[in-house]
């Protein structure tokens, strides 16, 4: 079974998603099990990933289980555009003239633009991820945007439990309302950065992390 893509006009190779609530779980690897991808998922730098394309039915499976995350009111808000081959040098575009706007210029520098789409082409996949909140909201923005949150990391937990490493990127650029609107998001929506895809060349990066116990007081009563 397929899920509608909507191609965007002019784009080849980067579709939009319209995911209905059917759970599609194509024929897979063996992924890892859930408290095993939990610990592994590791922030991975793109000077690590390999450029091997990642299957159409593998990326719809990620996006399906983000589409699993919860959300106060159901409100569902999260929105993805999915770059992939030569789509990957139309978001390239869009953040090269998100720079440029930063500096308050109005046309991306042809450096800074080569510079980009050299480095979209070093992941095989980028998501640039939004918050869409509904047209008369009953939840507060941060709410629909923990809401992403919870869909952007399970998205990567499963990316991970296939083999798969990413990392959420939300700097400057990525975060720009001319990327939100150049990407075509809805009204209303705002950016919640890019997140990339990619299988991993040779080992895993270690992770590390400080005490849970310094983080947590129990509270019991006997
Ligand atoms: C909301 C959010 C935004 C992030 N933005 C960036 C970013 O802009 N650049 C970056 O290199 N890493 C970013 N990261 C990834 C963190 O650097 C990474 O999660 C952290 O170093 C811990 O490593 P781990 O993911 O391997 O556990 C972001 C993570 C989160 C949760």
């Known amino acids: 079974m397929r899920l509608p893509e909507v191609p965007i006009p002019g784009v080849p190779g980067a579709f939009r998603l319209t995911l209905d609530r059917v759970s599609v779980l194509p024929d897979l690897p ?17 000077a690590r990933l390999r450029p ?7 990326l719809l499976t990620l996006l399906e289980a983000a589409n699993w995350a919860p959300s106060h009111g159901r409100t569902e808000p999260w929105r993805f555009v999915v770059f992939t081959g030569e789509g990957r040098m139309r978001l390239a575009e869009v953040l090269a003239t998100s720079l440029a706007r930063l ?31 509904a047209e008369k909201p009953r939840m507060p923005l941060y709410e629909d945007q923990w809401a992403v949150a919870c869909a952007v990391q399970t998205l990567m937990l499963a990316a ?21 609107q150049a990407l075509g998001f809805g009204e209303g929506a705002s950016m919640m950065g890019l997140v990339y895809l990619g299988f991993v060349d040779g080992e895993w990066p270690v992770g590390e992390r400080r005490p849970m116990g310094d983080k947590v007081r129990w509270v019991e009563e006997t």
């Not at 063996?30 to 793109?46: G, Y």
């Open 52 to 58: 091997d394309p990642i299957p159409r039915e593998t």
């Open 103 to 133: 500096k308050g210029e109005e046309q991306a520098d042809p450096d800074v633009l080569r510079t980009q789409r050299e480095r979209q082409r070093l992941a095989p996949v980028w998501l640039a991820v939004a918050v869409q909140p």
């Open 30 to 46: 063996e992924p890892l099990d859930l408290l095993t991808t939990i610990h592994a998922r590791r922030t991975v730098d793109l």
């Open 160 to 180: 991970r439990s296939l083999g798969i490493g990413s990392k959420w990127i939300t700097n400057a650029a990525s975060l720009h309302e001319h990327t939100a």
